[in-house]
Each structure stands twice: as structure tokens, then as C-alpha cells.
């Protein structure tokens, strides 16, 4: 990384360690990376990480007063200059929680990157056709529903419904959170949707249990069924046993790693790769992203896949018509 980008990427460190504005950090908040690795993994050209965020900077753009954690800021500029240090040329934005529904800082971020970057953003049942519009016209693909109750409350089934009906016209996607064991509670309300769906980190599998167990069987039959989009993201939420990506650790995350390439494998045409930067939450280890990247041939093991995980895919969904 050169001085310049190294510069834009850390910030300020006092800031990033206090805070900005109003807010404190929630205590034994993990900070991201600040040095990253250089990838020894040169990923294709026109790459796509398709599974970011953006905090704050919380002076300028205050967190939601409902957040259930309070982040360090990461800023647009510090996005932008991981992105090219890891070889990336394009990002999607996802709306954090910290945020709440107020997508200010996301649509910043996305305009600001000339159309190298797409949004997805949370929004209430009330929204009108005209913010939508608004937010289609800034780069917005598509909402993000959570039903992770340690990160939001629950949204009533109904207004998520509303939500859904709304954006259909446009051509958006639905982004789905949730836990690995929630499926079967959930993957009846999911059938019922009128959008495409993105499932992000995998449904987030318990990886302790058989990758041809009952439970991920489950969800790659829920993924055939709909022809869903899934994020072969976050080992590092998911891992029991690692290693972590640290040190210069080639062979990160190694327990994850068989349920990643069966997604892969099975769905070649339907994956998608996201970094999670600056990986929100974390309360074990804060990863290299270099070394993230680095993992990503255990995953996908081919060129072929490699391109289609990192390019096609994410330029199909989020990029259509565009040459790639």
C-alpha cells in the first residue's frame, strides 16, 4: 500500500480509537485492520467486493439513536483505498445496522465512487415511490431484511411484505440475514417474496455439524428452490476452530471452508465474495483483509470459478448490460 493510500486508509487514529461527534465506542468494539497484507492472490480484473459497509463518519453522519452498538467510524475514503490495496474495482455497499433506516451515508459512499459502487439499503414500510426512486436513481439495488435479534428488532412479516411489494417494480433484490437454525422457521415467509434473494455469509451454518448434514442440506435446497444469490462471506464469523487470517496464516479458517466450496461448487453461477469490512461485531479476532482475500482459492478453487465468484456474478446482478 502506497504512503498516500496507507494515510487515507488508517485516518486519523485518535479519531478512530474515540470516536467522532457524540458518539463512544461500545466497550471491546474491535477496530478493523489497519495494515493489511498485500494479497499473494491476484484476483481477476473488474473484481467485485460484494459485501462491505460504511460507519458513519459519525460527526457527519450520526448513528441511529435505536443501534444496538455504537462502531468506530470507517469512513467512504477508507473503503475506497482497501479496495484498491486488495486489487478490487468495484464495491456493494450494505447499510449497517448502526444506521438504522436513515441510508445517508451509505448513498454517500456509493455516490462518490463514480459507479464503482452499488447500495443496499434498509427502509421502513412507509417509504414513498418517490424516495425509492431517489434511491435507485443514487446506485441503491435492492433492502437488506436482518432477523438477527442481537443486531435489530423484529419487523413484523407484514411490513416486510409491504416492503417487498414496493420494490419489486423497480427490479431490486431482497438481501436475508439470519441464522443457519432459523431457516426452517423462516424459509416459508421467503418463498412468498416477489424479489430476487441474496443470502448473506452462507445462512450463517453451524460448522461444527456435517457440511451433508440435515441442516445445511436444508439450505441448499432452500437456495435451489428459489434460485437465490448467496455470499460465500465471513469465515470469520463462522469459524469454531480457525486458524484465524493472521500472521501471514495461508490455510485460515480451514472448518469453513468445506460448506464455502460446496456453495461454490453447486451454485457456480449464483455466488457472490464480500470482505464484511469493516467486519462489524466481531468479538474473537479482527482479520487481515489481505489474507481474506488469500482465502478465497480454498473456496473457489478454478480460474473459472475464481471469475465467475468475483465478476460475472456480481456484474450480472448489480452491473447488468455492462461488459466485464
Same mark, same amino acid.
Given at each position: ?18 470516536? =467522532?461527534?457524540?458518539?463512544?465506542? =461500545? ?9 493489511? !497484507? ?62 438504522? !433506516? ?13 459507479? %464503482? ?19 435507485? #436513481? ?11 435479534? %442481537?443486531?435489530? /428488532?423484529? =419487523? ?22 439470519? /441464522? ?7 424459509? $416459508?415467509?421467503?418463498? =412468498? ?15 461444527? %455439524?456435517?457440511?451433508? $448434514?440435515?441442516? +445445511? !442440506? ?8 428459489? /434460485? ?7 469465515? #470469520?464469523?463462522?469459524?469454531?476452530? $480457525? ?14 471452508? *468445506? ?5 461454490? #461448487?453447486? +451454485?457456480? &453461477? ?5 470482505? &464484511? ?16 482475500? &488469500? ?7 478454478? *480460474? ?17 448490460? /455492462?461488459?466485464?
Amino acid at each position: 500500500m502506497s504512503d498516500l493510500s496507507r494515510r487515507a486508509f488508517q485516518g486519523s487514529t485518535s479519531a478512530l480509537l474515540a470516536g =467522532t461527534g457524540p458518539f463512544t465506542k =461500545t466497550p471491546g468494539w474491535l477496530d478493523w485492520y489497519q495494515n493489511p !497484507s498485500t494479497p499473494r492472490f491476484e484476483v481477476p480484473a473488474g473484481s467485485v467486493d460484494a459485501h462491505c459497509h460504511v460507519f458513519g463518519p459519525g460527526a457527519q453522519f450520526p448513528f441511529a439513536t435505536e443501534r444496538k452498538y455504537t462502531p468506530c467510524d470507517a469512513s467512504k475514503d477508507q473503503l475506497f483505498a482497501l479496495r484498491d490495496h486488495l486489487g478490487m474495482s468495484r464495491n456493494v455497499i450494505v447499510q449497517a445496522t448502526c444506521h438504522g !433506516s436513515d441510508n445517508s451515508a451509505m448513498v454517500d459512499a456509493v455516490q462518490a465512487a463514480g459507479g %464503482r459502487a452499488r447500495g443496499i439499503a434498509t427502509v421502513r414500510p412507509d417509504i414513498t415511490d418517490t424516495e425509492l426512486r431517489r434511491l435507485d #436513481e443514487a446506485g441503491v439495488r435492492g433492502v437488506r431484511f436482518n432477523f438477527l435479534p %442481537r443486531l435489530v /428488532e423484529g =419487523t413484523p412479516k407484514d411490513d416486510l411484505t409491504t416492503i417487498a411489494r414496493k420494490i419489486a417494480p423497480l427490479g431490486w433484490h431482497i438481501v436475508i440475514y439470519f /441464522e443457519g437454525p432459523d431457516l426452517e422457521g423462516l424459509e $416459508g415467509f421467503f418463498d =412468498t417474496l416477489p424479489t430476487p434473494l441474496v443470502v448473506d455469509h452462507m445462512g450463517r451454518p453451524d460448522v461444527t %455439524r456435517p457440511v451433508d $448434514g440435515p441442516e +445445511f !442440506s436444508r439450505f441448499l435446497s432452500f437456495v435451489a428452490r428459489n /434460485e437465490a444469490w448467496v455470499k460465500v462471506s465471513c469465515p #470469520e464469523r463462522l469459524t469454531v476452530t $480457525g486458524p484465524p487470517a493472521l500472521n501471514g496464516e495461508q490455510n485460515a479458517y480451514t472448518d469453513v471452508v *468445506p460448506f464455502s466450496r460446496r456453495v461454490v #461448487e453447486e +451454485f457456480p &453461477d449464483s455466488v457472490l465474495w464480500g470482505s &464484511d469490512w469493516p467486519h462489524p461485531n466481531l468479538t474473537d479476532h479482527m482479520p487481515d483483509d489481505g489474507l481474506l482475500v &488469500d482465502h478465497i482459492p480454498h473456496v473457489a478453487t478454478t *480460474p473459472e470459478l475464481q471469475h465467475k465468484l468475483l465478476v460475472a456474478n456480481p456484474m450480472r446482478l448489480y452491473w447488468p448490460g /455492462e461488459d466485464y
